[in-house]
């Protein structure tokens, strides 16, 4: 057997395990079934992001080339601040009881910064942009990613938003990617992602709306509309494999990372999340008013 696609088999599945382990009930359960009561789930979640954000941001920083200015000495401290605000009000449970304006503005940063991105390249080259453009594109996604689930300390609870909406990013890509590679003829960006097609796209929102529908009936403890959320990250995944993308083409960088062995680094895995994370969030507050 080809010893790539061992390798491959092998850190896929401990990266899933990772996720579930850190996303659901099931981490913490295993942990304190060894020493009681020694983690929270919260924690383990809120450890997970912070480690994928804090090696996205150096992934990034690699990516786009900082030169020696001040720039590269203030993007993290920047990332750190950032996050450090949300991370107030993820144990605070502030996410759920306050809707806030600036949500909505730094949602469209993240939508400025994608436009940025494919219309205006050149903006990039300057370290500023960069620094710019790396807080944007890591910090923010990330820190949003903090008001998906909902705990609670004093009942021992975790709600599996983030898990189902790992699910259904997978299941999009496998779905495209199949669709595409059988029926796809008419390419969606030759460019940019030259396997993509728009045939692979079709049947991607098709079957994830499949998904949709049973996790919709047979979770109702989640919040949202989990048809609703299935169509979004349809929608937007594919938005998300082609935003990393087009970063690595204009920096002529193949892979953003190696640290997950076979499969690149995490911007390369979490493209796609980095995207419907925000998107479902704010489909997620806007919910509240419907």
Same mark, same amino acid.
């Given at each position: 057997? !080809?010893? @790539? ?21 099931? &981490?913490?359960?295993?942990? +304190? *079934? ?12 809120? &450890?997970?992001?912070t480690l994928l954000m804090a090696v996205g941001s150096w992934e990034c920083v690699k990516i786009m080339k900082f030169g020696n200015g001040y720039e590269k000495w203030v993007v993290f401290p $920047? ?12 144990? #605070? #449970? ?7 304006? *600036? ?12 436009? %940025?991105?494919?219309?205006?390249? @050149? ?24 008001? =998906?689930? /909902?705990?609670? %300390?004093?009942? !021992? ?7 189902? =909406?790992f699910i259904l990013i997978w299941s999009s890509d496998t779905f495209a990617y199949l669709v595409g590679k059988f029926f796809g003829k008419h390419k969606m960006a030759p460019k940019i992602s030259? /396997? /993509?097609?728009?045939? &692979?796209?079709? &049947? ?6 499949? =998904? ?8 109702? !403890?989640?919040?949202? +509309? ?23 083409? +204009? ?11 076979? #499969? ?9 999340? $980095? ?16």
């Amino acid at each position: 057997m !080809d010893k @790539n696609l061992i390798q491959r088999t092998l850190s896929g599945l401990i990266y899933v395990a990772v996720i579930i382990l850190c996303t659901t009930p099931l &981490g913490a359960q295993l942990i +304190n *079934s060894i020493s009681p009561d020694l983690v929270k789930q919260q924690y383990l979640f809120y &450890g997970l992001i912070t480690l994928l954000m804090a090696v996205g941001s150096w992934e990034c920083v690699k990516i786009m080339k900082f030169g020696n200015g001040y720039e590269k000495w203030v993007v993290f401290p $920047l990332i750190g601040f950032i996050f450090y605000i949300f991370s107030k009000r993820y144990f #605070h #449970h502030d996410f759920f009881f306050d809707f806030r304006l *600036s949500e909505i503005l730094a949602l469209l940063l993240i939508l400025i910064a994608a436009v %940025t991105l494919f219309k205006y390249p @050149n903006e990039l080259y300057f370290d500023s942009g960069k620094l710019i453009f790396t807080v944007i594109y890591v910090a923010l996604p990330f820190s949003f990613a903090l008001g =998906l689930p /909902k705990y609670s %300390t004093y009942e !021992d609870t975790f709600t599996l938003e983030v898990l189902f =909406l790992f699910i259904l990013i997978w299941s999009s890509d496998t779905f495209a990617y199949l669709v595409g590679k059988f029926f796809g003829k008419h390419k969606m960006a030759p460019k940019i992602s030259p /396997k /993509k097609t728009w045939e &692979g796209y079709i &049947g991607g929102v098709v079957l994830t709306l499949v =998904l949709s529908y049973f996790i919709e009936k047979y979770q109702q !403890d989640l919040r949202g +509309n989990w048809m609703v959320v299935g169509f979004l990250v349809a929608a937007f995944a594919p938005l998300g494999d082609l935003v990393e993308s087009q970063l690595k083409r +204009n920096f002529a960088v193949k892979d953003s990372g190696n640290i997950i062995p076979g #499969h690149g680094g995490v911007l390369d895995r979490l493209d796609s999340f $980095l995207i419907c994370a925000p998107v479902v969030y704010l489909y997620f507050i806007l919910e509240k008013f419907i």
